[in-house]
């Protein structure tokens, strides 16, 4: 348990002290899919969903997702986000939905968590708000593609 962070030495959670941390700007970036038939995918183009359009429902959703990851997360840190952008766009050749993510903060703690948050709760929104024509969807692929700032420096996805 030594090496996990948010287990004390007695193996008890806890959410990590960043108080000593010196503030510097944090930014993450992450990335998902939603795999549909070409039919499902026309009916997102057309803007003819029965629930509305389902691209900007997303990114609303995602956005909204990002500002309460700490409620969600447990033993994450709340954090007062400087922005955030969730882009959903079409992907003819998956075919389907790509969703990115980024967020930034000044704070003591990075935004990776944000940024999953974010692409996780718009690909379960986009499935949600098109599973009456589609049940066959999958989610794919949600991951971290690059964080910066802190002590552990600037990381990339290769």
Do not use: N, Q
């Not at 995918?41 to 990002?66: P, Y």
């Not at 003819?92 to 903060?105: F, H, Q, Y």
């Not at 718009?122 to 991951?143: N, Q």
């Amino acid at each position: 348990m030594a090496d996990l962070t948010h287990f004390d030495e007695s193996g008890r959670p806890r959410m990590v002290d960043v108080s000593a941390k010196p503030e510097t700007d944090r930014f993450a970036a992450a990335r998902g899919l939603v795999r549909m038939d070409e039919a499902t995918l026309a009916l997102v183009l057309s803007g003819s969903a029965a629930k509305g359009d389902v691209a900007r429902i997303a990114e609303l959703a995602g956005t909204m997702a990002a500002k309460r990851t700490g409620d969600l997360i447990p033993l994450c840190h709340p954090l007062p986000l400087t922005a955030v952008a969730v882009r959903v766009e079409p992907d003819e050749a998956l075919p389907g939905l790509s969703v990115t993510a980024e967020v930034r903060t000044t704070g003591r703690t990075g935004v990776e968590m944000e940024a999953l948050t974010a692409v996780s709760i718009a690909c379960l929104t986009i499935y949600d708000m098109l599973k009456a024509k589609a049940r066959g969807m999958t989610i794919e692929r949600i991951e971290l593609v690059e964080k910066s700032g802190g002590a552990s420096g600037d990381w990339r996805r290769t």
